[in-house]
Every structure is written in structure tokens, then in C-alpha cells.
């Protein structure tokens, strides 16, 4: 749902062709269900909470600038159609790696619970979201004869959910870093508690053999 390149190829290609977004969103997978299933074998690898967290923080920011820049300046379509276009101009984004190492990371880490299970219905669902927006911005665009006022709204649409979800995930990374730390507290105050007990137990021993 980032504006760039892509989805100004799927607007300027849903002029012609109503079906392009299928296309596109076809490329699009054929270069990123790789990308997914090499981070989910990487995410295997322990990685602990506080880095989870900092993850989804950075992801978080990194969707609010995607947001705040969706109208800072216009996307021009590449001279690419149909599936090539998918496959180059995911490839060569590098707001979409850079999505994929925060946001998207982020996301497989927590699909990594339930397994390969998890993965596949993450793939799934993600690229029917990927269609749907494609396929959606490609046949608005071949109906619209105000393309311009179109091209305006689905910016909108797309930088507010980036919103939406950039501080989802900045709350979430920072909620997981509070209980984290709170809990780091609780279980050094139990064992600090606990060793003072002890401590005081050894002395009031040693003190009561002196006595005896």
C-alpha cells in the first residue's frame, strides 16, 4: 500500500488495462514470497524480546515517514508493464527492502509462533492484500476519468493507513519494552529480596552457634 513507483504504474497502467493490478501484484510476488521465506528462516534465530520490540519501533517510524511523505512529491510510472514491472520495480525499491527489515520483520517474528503453519498463512493473506490493492487502484483508475482527483484519494487512503498502523506498531514495541522492563524489575527485587532473606538467616545462625 506504499506510494512509489509501483503504484503509479498501477494507475498509469489501469488507463489501459483494468486487469494490470493482477499483473503487477503477480511480479510484485514472485520477488517478495522469496524475501518472506528467507526472513522467517532468519527470525528462527533466537532473538530476543527487547529486539523484537526495537523491530516494531523502527518499523512504526518508518511507516509515519512513508505517511507524512506520501504527498511530498509525485511518483512517475516506469516505462515497465505487466509482470517484469512487478519483479524490477519491487526489487529495486528501497523503500520496500527497508519495509521489509522493520515492519515487515517484524510481522514474520510474530508469525514465527505458530510455525510453517504461521508462514504460509501470513504469504497468503498478505499477498491477497497485495491484489486487492493493485487490482483495486489499476480498475479505479481505467473507470475514473478524474484520474488526477483519483490518484489523490487513494494517496490519502493509503498514507492514512501507513498512520494508522506506523503508530500501532510504535505503541506495541514500546508497551513489549515497558512489561519487559517492569518484569526485568519485579524478578530482580524477588531475587534481591530473597537473597537479603537468606543473608540474614546465615548471620542470625552464625550469631545464634556464637551464642550457644
Known amino acids: ?57 523502527v518499523g512504526g517510524i518508518f511507516l509515519l515517514y512513508l505517511s507524512f511523505s506520501a504527498f511530498r512529491k509525485e511518483e512517475k510510472a516506469k516505462p515497465l508493464k505487466g509482470v517484469i514491472a512487478g519483479i524490477a520495480l519491487s526489487s529495486l525499491n528501497p523503500y520496500f527492502i527497508m519495509w521489509w527489515l522493520t515492519v515487515g520483520f517484524s510481522l514474520i517474528l510474530k508469525a514465527n509462533a505458530f510455525g510453517v503453519i504461521g508462514l504460509f498463512a501470513f504469504i497468503f493473506f498478505h499477498e491477497m492484500c497485495d491484489v486487492t490493492w493493485y487490482a483495486s487502484v489499476s480498475f479505479l483508475s481505467e473507470k475514473s476519468t478524474k484520474i488526477e482527483a483519483m490518484e489523490k484519494i487513494l494517496k490519502l487512503v493509503s498514507a492514512f493507513l501507513l498512520l494508522v498502523f506506523g503508530l500501532y506498531f510504535i505503541y506495541d514495541g514500546l508497551f513489549n519494552l515497558y512489561n519487559k522492563f517492569y518484569n526485568n524489575i519485579f524478578i530482580y527485587c524477588n531475587i534481591s529480596h530473597t537473597c537479603f532473606l537468606q543473608w540474614m538467616i546465615l548471620i542470625l545462625g552464625e550469631r545464634q552457634l556464637l551464642l550457644g
Not at 21 to 31: D, N, P
Not at 40 to 47: H, V
Open 1 to 57: 500500500m506504499m506510494p512509489g513507483p509501483l503504484f503509479a504504474t498501477a494507475i498509469a497502467e489501469g488507463k489501459k488495462n483494468k486487469y494490470a493490478g493482477f499483473l503487477l501484484a503477480g511480479g510484485h510476488a514472485i520477488f517478495e514470497v522469496p524475501f518472506i521465506i528467507v526472513l522467517f528462516i532468519f527470525g528462527k534465530i533466537s532473538i530476543n524480546d527487547e529486539m523484537k520490540a526495537l523491530i516494531g519501533i
